[in-house]
């Protein structure tokens, strides 16, 4: 299992819209995420500069929900059709995500 660490983000004023987009998330992305290896996931928001911070487990032989290098299935490049109006994002819709590299880690 690796960890991964990112931030993407958030376009200013749309704080409400993006956690109600996210409480509202489809079973099918859930899903998809998790059977792609993803778990233990989570984003942060920093109200002062509007950047979201996310971290997720992945397990051996798994990509993160960011790496597009094998390219993406529908269901993810729809989630991110729908989030290109609040967030940061490259020309295929998906967000604008910077690795942050891991320092310290305690179990």
């Not at 993810?76 to 995500?97: K, Y």
Request: glycine share 4%; aromatic share 12%.
């Amino acid at each position: 299992m690796k960890r991964f660490a990112f931030k993407m983000f958030l376009k200013p004023g749309c704080e409400e819209e993006y956690q109600k987009r996210h409480a509202a998330l489809w079973p099918e992305l859930k899903k998809q995420i998790k059977d792609a290896g993803v778990s233990n996931y989570s984003i942060y928001w920093d109200k002062e500069t509007n950047i979201l911070f996310g971290y997720q487990e992945i397990a051996d032989g798994a990509s993160s929900t960011q790496d597009t290098s094998n390219g993406v299935d529908e269901i993810t490049q729809r989630w991110w059709d729908m989030m290109a109006d609040i967030m940061e994002t490259n020309p295929d819709h998906s967000p604008v995500t910077i690795p942050i590299k891991e320092v310290f880690h305690l179990d």
